[in-house]
């Protein structure tokens, strides 16, 4: 399980570095409709990644 974490923090850390937006990106998780927001941001930013 630890082996897993780690490797999900290294990906994000590299996600972050390649889109500036996502280390700015600082939204209040209140309800379920802004965790779909900042989840939707996080798929489109790796989708783009995929892509380039």
């Known amino acids: 399980l630890a082996q897993v974490r780690v490797k999900s923090e290294?990906?994000?850390g590299y996600i972050k570095g390649r889109f500036a937006s996502l280390r700015g990106l600082r939204q209040q998780i209140d309800d379920s409709?802004?965790?779909e927001c900042a989840l939707a941001w996080?798929?489109?930013c790796i989708i783009?990644?995929?892509l380039v």
């Open 33 to 35: 409709n802004d965790h």
């Open 48 to 50: 783009i990644h995929t």
């Open 10 to 12: 290294h990906a994000m």
């Open 42 to 44: 996080v798929k489109v």
